[in-house]
């Protein structure tokens, strides 16, 4: 059986081969080890822009006449840019939400009255656009727009789980800075829909079967809710609790959540006590 060598010319032998071999790579080695300036290393990227959602914070009560007239405007602007864009609260408060006597309707609470003398309300109906100041309800369709094509600071998102059980709702919020450094306060607050109830209309009239969606039940972190200080690209998450009253259908329950400061609400968003939208 013949065997085949290849031959190695005398010029190149293993030795020098080997040499060779090293020198290339302690080459590499000094160029991959030539400084690179820190502001070559990294390039920041700004995080996307996040849309705004508008808060309408609605003052009203069962013995307001026009109070529904209201309630069909905040429906008409939720129809036309969403439910989860137009976050409506109805906070029954102040004297058309009691007796001629003084006596507390049921969808009346005493932290609703405590926002209805902070913003000095006059007059119902009377609502308050992403804490901008009191406004008459056909002005408002005018400041949602103008709200809506400004940009937010920063996204935020609710994750509440509910416990039928203990009636203990534990609520996970995470929020992300999208432009600069944003301070103020994280408020959470529990809203229900489908409440049978009367309520005094418009044509002088008393509705025992009127529907009230959005009432505004209570806070879950205090009335005047929580200090944040969230910076462009960071995130937080924070956890917060609250015992469901026993006359208040889960099933029928939002938590809604907003950043404000001075200048008015940063965001808003919301989220089904039994429908966590978590991304």
Known sequence: MRKYFHHIPSFLNVRSLTGAVSSALMALMLVACDPVDEADRLIYVKPVSASRNVLIEDFT????????????????????????????????????????????YSLYTAEG???????????????????LGTSDYPSWSTIVRDELSKTAPLNMVLAPYYDAASR??????????TDGRTQGKLQLWLVEDGIQAFQYMPD??????????????????????????????ASQEMHFEKTLDEAWVPENMW?????????????????????PNIP
């Not at 902070?118 to 119902?124: D, H, I, M, T």
């Open 61 to 104: 009560g069962q013995r307001c006449v026009n109070c529904p007239n209201a309630t069909l405007e905040i429906e008409r602007l939720m129809a036309q840019y969403g439910g989860d864009t137009i976050i409506a609260v109805g906070i029954h408060s102040g004297p058309f939400a009691k007796s001629v006597r003084g006596v507390p």
């Open 113 to 131: 009255d405590e926002y209805f003398n902070y913003w000095k309300v006059e007059s119902q109906p009377k609502g308050v656009v992403d804490r």
């Open 168 to 177: 203990k709702l534990d609520v996970i919020v995470t929020i992300a800075g």
């Open 204 to 233: 002088g009239s008393t509705n025992r079967e009127y529907i009230h969606n959005h009432v505004f039940r209570s806070s879950i972190n205090g009335t005047w809710g929580t200090d944040i200080t969230i910076d462009e690209g």
């Open 255 to 275: 938590v809604v959540g907003f950043v404000y400061n001075d200048h008015g609400v940063c965001q808003a968003t919301r989220n089904r006590l039994f429908a």
